[in-house]
């Protein structure tokens, strides 16, 4: 009889922080503490043409934010998202009806 092993999960190879820079182009600037500089490049090119000209408040933007987000998953990239405000807030309004 064979066991399997769940594998640990293995630690960031990097850290990637998207910020809203307000409503004129270009909307997005993205920031790195650690990780391989020319990795986080390759994602910043790939999260750039998914974001170009998507504020926050388009309904495009959330679609693509997921689709950037499981890009970092796959890479395995710890990402944060400043919009300039709070979302927990945002989805609190608009949810209620």
Do not use: C
Request: hydrophobic letters at 35%; glycine letters at 8%; aromatic letters at 8%.
């Amino acid at each position: 009889m064979t066991e399997t092993i769940d594998a640990l999960p293995e630690p960031p190879v990097g850290h990637v922080k998207v910020v809203y820079l307000g409503p004129v182009a270009p909307h997005w600037d993205f920031m790195s503490d650690f990780g391989d500089s020319s990795h986080l490049e390759q994602f910043k090119v790939r999260a750039e043409a998914r974001l170009l000209l998507l504020p926050p408040h388009d309904p495009q933007f959330r679609r693509n934010r997921e689709r950037v987000n499981r890009d970092a998953e796959r890479e395995n990239l710890l990402i944060d998202w400043d919009l300039g405000y709070d979302e927990e807030e945002e989805e609190g309004e608009s949810g209620g009806g």
